[in-house]
């Protein structure tokens, strides 16, 4: 099983600023690994997929980079609806694995 | 419009039986990987299981040999059949579409509560 390793836990940050979330695979996924963001109450949402590729509707301040081991989600500049929960999946092999979780909360 | 409702979700003792129901619309079941993933309150997300009618089913090992999954493509549903229930399964159950024949969730139901509980 390839395991997930997202950081920091939390991360807080003020309105305007930039997010940096990252993504550590135990073996190399390729570009085989998806974001998704995640409110209380609600189911997530898929915003990166294939490392880079953002969803349909998803906003240009959400960019993702990486491939191998090592990834990366960037907020470019946190809107009040961003502070969420961000999970990153890997698709390379079954099982498919989740990382832990960032929270992005409100400084 | 794609829409996923998950039904059958309760309050059951350990070592139970459940059923869950994913009915899909706006889409064919069949043309897309079809998972379930599970959130345990406060806790992250955990994939369970998959299943494509093309002829692909795959489980994570926490449920392999307790649940089942399969799928009824006349009424575009999914079930996961789980039996032998623990506490540790005690989670929200979501249905997920995957992006064609990837498992790339685009698409998830609103989820449906799992309580194993004496």
């Known amino acids: 099983e390839i395991v997930l390793t997202q950081s920091p836990a939390t991360l807080s940050l003020s309105p305007g600023e930039r997010a940096t979330l990252s993504c550590r695979t135990s073996q190399s996924v390729s570009s085989y690994l998806a974001w998704y963001q995640q409110k209380p109450g609600q189911a997530p949402r898929l915003l990166i997929s294939d490392a880079s590729n953002r969803a349909t509707g998803i906003p240009a301040r959400f960019s993702g980079s990486g491939s191998g081991t090592d990834f990366t989600l960037t907020i470019s500049s946190l809107e009040p609806e961003d502070f969420a929960f961000y999970y990153c999946q890997q698709r390379s092999t079954w099982a498919l694995t989740f990382g832990g979780g960032t929270k992005v909360e409100i400084k | 419009e794609v829409v996923l409702v998950e039904t059958g979700g309760d309050l059951i003792q350990p070592g139970g039986s459940l059923r869950l129901s994913c009915t899909g619309s706006g889409f064919s079941v069949s043309d897309n990987y079809m998972s379930w993933v599970r959130q345990a309150p406060g806790k992250g997300l955990e994939w369970v299981s998959v299943?494509?009618?093309?002829?692909?089913?795959y489980y994570a090992d926490s449920v392999k040999g307790r649940f089942t999954i399969s799928g009824d493509i006349s009424k575009n549903t999914v079930y996961l059949q789980m039996n032998s229930l623990r506490a540790e399964d005690t989670a929200f159950y979501y249905c997920t579409k995957g992006r064609g024949r990837s498992s790339i969730y685009d698409y998830w139901g609103q989820g449906t509560l799992v309580t194993v509980s004496s």
């Open positions: 299943f494509y009618s093309g002829g692909i089913i």
